[in-house]
């Protein structure tokens, strides 16, 4: 038997006789294949709409602090109980971010400041702050931020679109221009600014160009500002990366990188591998849908060097990304695979203690009510008094998180049951009107999260939003994988193909065969077969030309997957 080593993914061009395939779906590349890749598991409780931009921070202690973001109002995570916590100026609501944008937040010193074009610039200071308030020094309205040195740069200006502007030096509260070193620049070309990628030095993107700026300590300019190419400009605002000091973005031309170091050129990783494919062409539609171009958002892994650029599909549902194409850029290879959610982001989750744990496991009981027992404690009307593995008659104390109004109820308390409804915190005194929420926390008995994947450090990952509004990372179950091989056979010979040799770890793998007489027919995909118990997945069919579609199913602990072995010979033959 011939290995055929499973190709590289590349939908642009024909998948016959070659190395190449139109379909590695949900996994990621490796140097001996390709390997596993994870789906969204949550660990917060649910924002109350659906989220437009989540960012975490450093606090001086190194502890994460993390915050979101819905259409009108901005949230602070409690890292104890991992409910969120509205840190809207004023309780909120803020002006509306627009359809087609997000919310951007950039980490500045003790300062995280969030901004989008409809509001002024919002501030939460770290060390003191309980919540945002508008950043002062009247900087513009903006709908992109990011720190080039120390500088804060504004950008997608709400009333002067072709204009960048920056904080003084060092003081993201200094705007005014002419006084230490704070200052703007309008672009006469190149179309409106679509955001700046942020670091030691900045490049600027526009419609049609994209520019280097430049610290020059000393010059007048402050910045030297250099265009770095004309008609080559950004495809999606939210699609930057910034990754080991590379920049990599989509164009119209399609997917480009800037290689490290001041005022390099972009050049292409996309072409006649996935860029017809994502965008299409003069006649055909790409992939991607370009009436939701804020869900196509760029999130580099700190794991691994690798990409990643999630996206709505002209099939997925409105208002969530459903795809996502992975890139890495040291093997120089691409992936695609299908998760669904509302925004992607790297992050750290705060450290766990197995008190922690209660509010994300399963088997939450939810209180509808909180009152005064008439002996001056606090009684909470629960859903019931069993839920999942979570039974209130086995246990000595409950944990009580997001209640509001009775906030003295959240905590760990001893209880006693009332009735099926209602149950005692028998040392909480009664002190504020119960206004909404709150939950009991479920049983770590049915956590599905094994205990040694929970962090105690703040270790950055890549993480999503789910469409239920929640936040968690890519540490989930291993999603169903789907690899195919190219096209293999002649017009003049025949081929009897009698089984597939997966060369993978995976158990419980299975191979579909994709068969046609001819290249001008679209293959046909024969009933899969499971490997037995000798390692093959038995086939019996007569053709010209054909492929192999092998599916490790979700779930599945596996590592990699290589190639395949064909048992095959000319028809007709023994």
């Known amino acids: 038997m011939t290995l055929i080593p499973f190709g590289e993914f590349r939908p642009d061009v024909v998948p016959f006789e070659g190395t190449n395939s139109e379909r590695i779906l949900n996994v990621v590349p490796r140097g001996d294949g390709y390997g596993p890749w994870s789906d969204l598991l949550v660990w917060t409780t649910a924002l109350p709409a659906a989220c437009r931009g989540v960012f975490f921070a450093r606090n001086t202690d190194g502890s994460v602090a993390l915050f979101a973001a819905t259409a009108t109002n901005l949230y602070k995570l409690n890292n104890t109980d991992f409910t969120w916590t509205n840190v809207s100026l004023g309780g909120g609501p803020y002006a509306s971010v627009s359809s087609n944008a997000q919310w951007q937040f950039a980490q500045f010193g003790n300062l995280v400041i969030a901004t989008q074009a409809n509001v002024v610039m919002q501030v939460f200071d770290l060390t003191s702050s309980s919540a945002f308030a508008n950043l002062a020094g009247s900087p513009p309205q903006s709908a992109y931020i990011t720190v080039v040195g120390y500088f804060l740069v504004a950008s997608g200006l709400l009333s002067l679109p072709y204009r960048i502007q920056w904080s003084a030096l060092g003081d993201p509260t200094g705007w005014t221009a002419g006084v230490n070193q704070s200052d703007f620049q309008d672009f006469p070309d190149g179309g409106i600014v679509r955001g700046v990628a942020g670091g030691e030095y900045g490049v600027i993107f526009q419609d049609e160009s994209y520019r280097s700026m430049v610290y020059a300590p000393g010059s007048p300019l402050v910045f030297q500002i250099t265009r770095l190419a004309e008609d080559m400009g950004l495809f999606a605002p939210y699609a930057i990366i910034r990754a080991a000091e590379q920049i990599f973005f989509p164009a119209p031309k399609g997917f480009q990188y800037i290689p490290a170091?001041?005022?390099?050129?972009?050049?292409?990783?996309?072409?006649?591998?996935?860029?017809?494919?994502?965008?299409?062409?003069?006649?055909?539609?790409?992939?991607?849908?370009?009436?939701?171009?804020?869900?196509?958002?760029?999130?580099?892994?700190?794991?691994?060097?690798?990409?990643?650029?999630?996206?709505?599909?002209?099939?997925?549902?409105?208002?969530?990304?459903?795809?996502?194409?992975?890139?890495?850029?040291?093997?120089?290879?691409?992936?695609?695979?299908?998760?669904?959610?509302?925004?992607?982001?790297?992050?750290?989750?705060?450290?766990?203690?197995?008190?922690?744990?209660?509010?994300?496991?399963?088997?939450?009981?939810?209180?509808?009510?909180?009152?005064?027992?008439?002996?001056?404690?606090?009684?909470?009307?629960?859903?019931?008094?069993?839920?999942?593995?979570?039974?209130?008659?086995?246990?000595?104390?409950?944990?009580?998180?997001?209640?509001?109004?009775?906030?003295?109820?959240?905590?760990?308390?001893?209880?006693?049951?009332?009735?099926?409804?209602?149950?005692?915190?028998?040392?909480?005194?009664?002190?504020?009107?119960?206004?909404?929420?709150?939950?009991?926390?479920?049983?770590?008995?049915?956590?599905?999260?094994?205990?040694?994947?929970?962090?105690?450090?703040?270790?950055?990952?890549?993480?999503?939003?789910?469409?239920?509004?929640?936040?968690?990372?890519?540490?989930?179950?291993?999603?169903?994988?789907?690899?195919?091989?190219?096209?293999?056979?002649?017009?003049?010979?025949?081929?009897?193909?009698?089984?597939?040799?997966?060369?993978?770890?995976?158990?419980?793998?299975?191979?579909?065969?994709?068969?046609?007489?001819?290249?001008?027919?679209?293959?046909?995909?024969?009933?899969?077969?499971?490997?037995?118990?000798?390692?093959?997945?038995?086939?019996?069919?007569?053709?010209?030309?054909?492929?192999?579609?092998?599916?490790?199913?979700?779930?599945?602990?596996?590592?990699?997957?290589?190639?395949?072995?064909?048992?095959?010979?000319?028809?007709?033959?023994r």
């Open 261 to 573: 170091g001041e005022g390099n050129i972009a050049q292409q990783i996309g072409k006649e591998r996935v860029d017809r494919f994502f965008f299409g062409d003069a006649k055909t539609p790409g992939d991607v849908d370009t009436s939701s171009l804020q869900l196509m958002i760029g999130v580099a892994d700190p794991l691994a060097p690798r990409v990643f650029w999630y996206y709505k599909s002209l099939a997925g549902q409105a208002g969530l990304f459903d795809s996502w194409l992975c890139y890495d850029y040291e093997l120089k290879r691409w992936t695609e695979g299908e998760t669904t959610g509302e925004y992607a982001a790297t992050f750290a989750k705060p450290g766990l203690t197995l008190e922690n744990l209660d509010p994300i496991a399963p088997g939450i009981i939810t209180i509808s009510g909180a009152a005064n027992n008439g002996s001056g404690k606090v009684r909470l009307t629960i859903s019931g008094l069993t839920s999942g593995l979570t039974n209130l008659n086995n246990e000595n104390s409950v944990t009580v998180y997001g209640v509001t109004g009775t906030t003295e109820a959240n905590g760990t308390w001893p209880f006693t049951i009332v009735n099926s409804t209602h149950i005692d915190l028998t040392t909480v005194n009664f002190v504020n009107a119960y206004v909404s929420g709150g939950a009991i926390g479920g049983a770590m008995d049915g956590m599905i999260i094994p205990f040694d994947s929970i962090s105690t450090v703040s270790q950055r990952a890549i993480g999503a939003v789910s469409s239920g509004h929640a936040l968690g990372f890519l540490n989930g179950d291993n999603l169903e994988a789907q690899i195919e091989t190219a096209d293999h056979g002649t017009e003049q010979n025949r081929i009897f193909v009698s089984g597939i040799r997966v060369i993978t770890d995976a158990p419980g793998h299975a191979v579909s065969l994709g068969v046609r007489d001819t290249l001008q027919q679209e293959p046909t995909f024969l009933t899969e077969s499971a490997v037995n118990t000798i390692g093959i997945c038995p086939q019996r069919r007569d053709t010209r030309y054909a492929r192999a579609r092998v599916r490790i199913p979700a779930g599945a602990s596996w590592t990699y997957a290589l190639g395949v072995e064909p048992i095959v010979r000319q028809s007709g033959s």
